[in-house]
Structure formats: C-alpha cells, structure tokens
C-alpha cells in the first residue's frame, strides 16, 4: 500500500487533515510571534532557550509513547551534526533574519528550502529535469522581487537585506540538514532524531550564547513576552512537528506536502493582524512566483 493511501478511510483522511491544519497553524502564527518575543531577547538567547524547552517536550512524548530513545555513539556523532545544522545554523540564522526583516517577508523567504534541496541533489549526481530547474530559476527570481519590492527599480536597502539574506541562508542550511538526517531519521524515526538534534543544537546555541544569556534582562521581560516565547517553544518548535508528521503519516508525504503552502499565507495574515505590518502587492506577486517555481521543482 503506497503511502499516499495510508488514510484512504474518511475518519484517516479528516484525522490526517486535522493534525496538519494544526501544524500549518502553529508554524504560521509563529511568525510573528517570535518577532515579538525578540524585543525582549536577542536571538541567540530567544533560540538556544525555546529549543532546549522543546527538546525536553518531545522527550516527554517519546517517554509517554514508551519509544526507545538510546542511542549509540555513533549515532551521537551524526545527531550532533544534524542539531549544530538545524538548530544552531538555522534557527539561530532564522531568529537572526527575522530579528531584521519582517515576519510576512521571512515567511515567504524561507520556503526556497526545496530549491536549496534539489540544487544539492544536483551536485549529488541527481539531474534536476527541465521543469525543475524552471522552478528554481522562477523561485529565485520571485525571491528578488519579495526583496526589492519593486518591477522598475533596484529598491535593496541595507536596514533588510542582511535580515532577508540571513533568511534565505537559513532555508539553505534546513535543506542541508534535510540531506544529512535521511538515512538516521529512515532507520531511527523523525520524532527520536528531531528530539535528539534538538537537545545537542540547543546546547551549543547555549553555549555559543553563554555571554548573551548572563547578560540578558530577564526581568525586563514582559508577561506577554514570555507567553510568546513559550507559544514559539512549545507550539512551533514541538507540537507542530509531532502533528506534521502524524498528519503526514495518515496522509502520505505527497498529498501532506500541499499543506505547507499554507504556511506563509497563515504567517502573511497573522502578522498583519498581529504587527500591523504591511505588504504590497509585488510582494504578493513575487511571493506567488515563488510557490509556484516550488511546486514546480517539488513535483519533479
């Protein structure tokens, strides 16, 4: 049975349907709620803590299923690998980008992950066909226009283009880490190497940040902050991931996939509700052009 099948039942389908709505809804609004937890935290404290969090919550699920977690020094060695590239490069870039651009820009900024992944398969031998490299081209291209904002005039202002470019490295370093985990996360399961990788990236961004976490004004820090950054810990950084990938079991990766189009349309109206932010129909334009060059290259 193919796993496009696994829910061809209606309650698997809506069950399916409804862990992924959860996801879409959690990584979307996550957006512009850690744009907010970052007026109180800089972005290596705001990532190191929320992920360490997260990782003792997905610990607690894998105990509360009764799930194996020990692990072998070996495969220590390459989780270590996986959370410095997930967690430490991505999400520590991530916060970084977001703590300088907008959350509905970061949003759609770091969708070109799948374009990141097909250009490392090309160099891995693994020919992209000539549609894919349509989308790639078609992503990039709406990426500047996102960035520029603009169809007639170079309109790149440094104030954001560090934070637009951190963005854009950090979807690169999630389509490396994607590379790196296949083979453990195919033998050992996503949630076991999730919470793992999440454990040792968070202790490195902790270290990394050990001056930035003495010196944070813990305090200062408002009621309202700290519900945003444990909204970003619990429901951003862990449940989302344990329902997408429930959802993607009931589903199958195929169809689950389409959802995550989802995210920067859920992340666009968030923030404008939530920041007030504003973005403009060539921002619109080139965010369409974006999704499309990735549906193009996903269905490769």
Do not use: H
Not at 22 to 48: E, Q, R
Not at 73 to 82: D, F, H, P, R, S
Not at 223 to 232: F, H, I, K, M, P
């Amino acid at each position: 049975m193919s796993n496009d099948s696994v829910d061809s039942k209606s309650s698997g389908i809506k069950s399916g349907d409804l862990f992924l709505i959860g996801a879409v809804l959690a990584w979307g609004i996550n957006f512009p709620i850690a744009k907010y937890a970052l007026d109180f935290m800089d972005p290596i404290t705001f990532s190191a803590t929320r992920y360490l969090a997260a990782s003792l919550l997905l610990f607690g699920i894998l105990l509360f299923k009764n799930a194996a977690i020990r692990i072998s020094v070996k495969e220590a060695g390459m989780l270590v690998i996986i959370g410095l590239l997930s967690v430490a490069l991505f999400q520590g870039g991530w916060a970084y980008g977001l703590s300088l651009t907008s959350a509905s820009k970061a949003s759609v900024l770091i969708t070109t992950s799948p374009i990141f992944g097909a250009l490392i398969a090309a160099t891995m031998g693994n020919r992209p066909s000539t549609k894919a490299w349509i989308g790639i081209l078609l992503s990039f291209l709406g990426v500047a226009v996102v960035i520029n904002n603009s169809l007639t005039e170079i309109t790149f202002s440094a104030g954001t283009i560090v934070g637009d470019m951190l963005i854009v490295g950090a979807s690169m370093m999630w389509a490396l880490y994607t590379y790196v985990s296949g083979p453990l996360v195919a033998k050992r399961g996503p949630l076991l190497v999730t919470a793992w990788a999440t454990l040792f990236g968070s202790i490195i961004l902790n270290l990394i940040g050990s001056p930035n976490l003495i010196e944070q004004n813990w305090a200062g820090i408002s009621t309202l902050g700290w519900l945003s950054w444990a909204s970003t810990a619990i429901f951003g950084a862990a449940l989302a991931f344990v329902w997408y990938c429930a959802g993607i079991a009931r589903l199958g990766i195929t169809k689950g996939m389409v959802y995550s189009f989802f995210i920067p349309v859920v992340a666009i109206l968030s923030s404008v509700i939530l920041l007030d932010e504003v973005i403009t129909i060539i921002q619109i334009f080139g965010a369409a052009i974006v999704l499309l060059g990735v549906k193009l290259t996903r269905s490769d």
